[in-house]
């Protein structure tokens, strides 16, 4: 019975240990999660804009340009995978990496090659201890990304697409990140960034709005040369904060989940204890009844 109450007791303290750490955590993410959302609602308006600009210029000019244009010279494609860096996020990083697998074996159903570029210290080490050969990746601060960071994985994947077919150049580029629709629901999503699909843009305008006409100075291939390098990396940009904040709020609801479990484990190893300590206590007195008796005798 001693040796129980023991044991139950370490338990105990190390469950709090846990609960002190999760609660933390949660704090932690409760803390920047807001910082997140405003970050994301901030990038959306220009997001939208550039999309519908780039949308426009692509409908109402017939210039032939290579990052609208598919590519026949090859069948290498690039999939970026945005993750995080840490874990403690419930099945954050893992869902996202189930769609990229799921979106890999499509492509190689396709007949294609994949060339796959990571982001996040998790889906790295994933694909790392399965000896998946990377075409690039990234770690850093992934509940919080910089315009530095997101500028430095479209210009690497933007040189990939532009690269000649020998040099490893690829035909398509392929994102896959996690949305943020609110704080209970975060899904993961696969988006076609490049060629660039004119639908899109007006899919975003809205089903019955009508894109507005744009007078091209100096001319449409000079326009679609600066503004389609800027659409490619806000939107991997926007792709970055929106996964920014699902992880964050992930986690929270994660660490949230941990603390209310480590707390019944509390009451659970308590409850235990005490019903150790009680039949220690029941045994004792029995044997000093026995011992009387057995003296009265």
């Known amino acids: 019975m001693a040796g129980q109450q023991r044991v139950y007791k370490a338990r105990i303290k ?16 409760a803390s920047r999660i807001g910082r997140a959302r405003d970050r994301v609602s901030m990038a959306s308006p220009y997001s939208r804009a550039i999309t519908r600009a780039v949308s426009a210029v692509a409908t109402h000019s017939s210039t032939s340009h290579p990052y609208l244009s598919e590519r026949s010279d090859t069948n290498r494609v690039a999939v970026l995978l945005i ?7 419930g099945a954050y990083s893992a869902s ?4 990229t697998e799921r979106l890999i074996e499509r492509l190689e159903g396709q007949g294609k090659e994949v060339a796959l570029y990571v982001s996040g210290r998790r889906a790295l080490s994933y694909y790392t201890f399965r000896q998946r050969a990377l075409a690039g990746s990234w770690i850093g601060e992934s509940d919080a990304p910089t315009v530095e960071i997101a500028d430095e ?20 580029l392929h994102v896959v990140y996690t949305q943020f629709v609110n704080m209970v629901t975060q899904r993961p999503r696969v988006v076609r960034m490049l060629p660039l699909e004119v639908v899109e843009g007006v899919a975003e305008a809205g089903e019955h709005e009508t894109l507005p ?13 600066a503004l389609l390098p800027r659409y490619v990396r806000s939107r991997i940009h926007a792709s970055l904060l929106q996964a920014a904040a699902s992880e964050l709020a992930a986690r929270q609801r ?28 029941t045994q004792e007195i029995s044997e000093i009844v026995s011992g009387a008796d057995a003296l009265a005798s």
């Open 14 to 29: 190390s469950t709090q240990a846990l609960k002190k750490m999760f609660r933390a955590q949660e704090l932690i993410a």
């Open 83 to 89: 993750a995080s860096d840490r874990g403690m996020a």
């Open 96 to 99: 996202v990496i189930r769609e």
């Open 153 to 172: 994985i479209a210009d690497t994947l933007l040189s990939a697409f532009t690269a000649d077919a020998a040099d490893g150049g690829v035909a398509e």
């Open 213 to 225: 006409l744009y007078d091209f100075e100096p001319s449409p291939e000079v326009v679609l040369d």
């Open 254 to 281: 994660a660490m949230h989940t941990a603390t209310e479990n480590a707390e019944d484990l509390i009451r659970t190893f308590t409850r235990l204890a005490n019903q150790a300590r009680q039949g220690e206590i």
